[in-house]
């Protein structure tokens, strides 16, 4: 039998987009309103431009959902990738090590000042939160408290769409048609600084939002594992930001009613929020904590859960039984985990963090315009997080922001009625003055 042609590929500029359409399932995106709402191919990325095969650019304002954490294509993230897979791509974690792996936990664990001494290795963020739901559940039963396999999350979290995670997430859409499919967790009001009644500030909303929390330890705390939080910022419910104060009363709670408390630091960890870890703002440390999205500089899936020695120590035993049998085949990732360590290398030596924060100071004053609008409220920054809500928006504005902002040469996805930027760090003056300039002339023609 002769074998079939050769399938010809057009190669025309919006081609891809329509091949795309033709044969990807875009994640997070309702299809049909493609190709109405365009399907952006990308050919290049540098920096923080993306490099469209029409010939357009867009400044990647969102770092493609907050993984892109330098910049696309940092040199040093792509020199020691080349230098990596010159030597050794991929090998199991089982019963098998590599330098990478052992640095990259070494280097995280002195990052906590060594609280969190081992570090278990996933691949995209939802399976950290898996694995820290997991090892919890697991290491009270290993304590002798087997009834202990509930979870709390604060109302509006966001932990991923794998079913263990999507249980302890609090967003309706994404959670609706897997609800029979869904381990419930309890829910607890949030800190959203926001909710301030007159005369209170960030600091009393976590603490009044913290009694909640404990009048359910206090009745159900028999039954809970862990509750898990977004430090600081809970992103994709609309960039709700709190106090540290809240996670210090998490700690307190947790210690007194013997519940673990699982960090979720895979969209505000790697100094998005200003430290390295959001964590350290509260002075606090958790019991679990989960990395993934910026750590590996956005090239590669990589998810790391970081727990506590004391946990870690209770899984040792001479049955096969009590271990923490969890695995994935792309654990610990030796081309990943090499990023990861180009990526803290930047961050150290080029004093990245104190840099960013003359970059915030630089795009809050050229975002001022935007603050000042009388339909935008709740103007909030931190590290390198910007968000603002539009009053009296429509129901599409999200998807009519993310076209007319294209037009401006910028990717955005707003949240609802919440525009927010999560911009790479490595931004020149020019780029930041490019940026406020594109997003403020944007946000003058949507609220016009
Ligand atoms: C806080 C948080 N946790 C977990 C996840 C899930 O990560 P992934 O999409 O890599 O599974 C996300 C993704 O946005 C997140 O923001």
Known sequence: MSSPAP?????????WSERSLAAVWHPCSQMQWHPDLPLVSIKRAEGPWLFGHDGARYFDAIGSWWVCLLGHRHPAVVQALREQLGELDHVMLAGLTHEPVVELSERLSQKTGNVLGHAFYGSDGASAVEIAIKMSAHAW?????????SFVCLAGGYHGETLGALGVTDLAGF???YEGLLHPAYVVPNADARQALPGEDARAVAQRQAQHLEALLERCADRIAAIVTEPLVQCAGGMIFYDPEYLRQVRALCDRYCVHWIADEIAVGCG??????????????PDFLCLSKGISGGVLPLS???????????????SVSKAFLHSHSFSGNALACRAALAVLDVLDHDRVLA?????????SARLQ??????????????GMIWAWDVADAPADFSRRVYRVALRHQLLLRPIGNTVYLMPPYLLSDADIDTLGDSVVALMREVLR
């Not at 998005?272 to 440390?285: I, K, L």
């Not at 840099?355 to 795009?363: E, G, P």
């Not at 009388?374 to 920054?381: E, I, L, M, S």
């Open 7 to 15: 399938v010809r590929l057009a190669k025309s500029v919006s081609s």
């Open 355 to 363: 840099t960013n924060r003359l970059r915030a100071i630089r795009l």
């Open 369 to 382: 315009p935007i603050f000042e609008h009388a339909r935008v409220r709740h103007f909030r920054q931190l």
């Open 304 to 318: 790391i859960v970081l727990s506590r020695d004391e946990l870690y120590r209770l899984f040792l035993d001479e």
């Open 175 to 177: 959670r609706q048609p």
């Open 141 to 149: 039963q290993h304590r002798g408290h087997a009834k202990k396999q």
């Open 272 to 285: 998005r929020t200003g430290t390295f870890f959001a964590c350290e703002q509260a002075g606090v440390w």
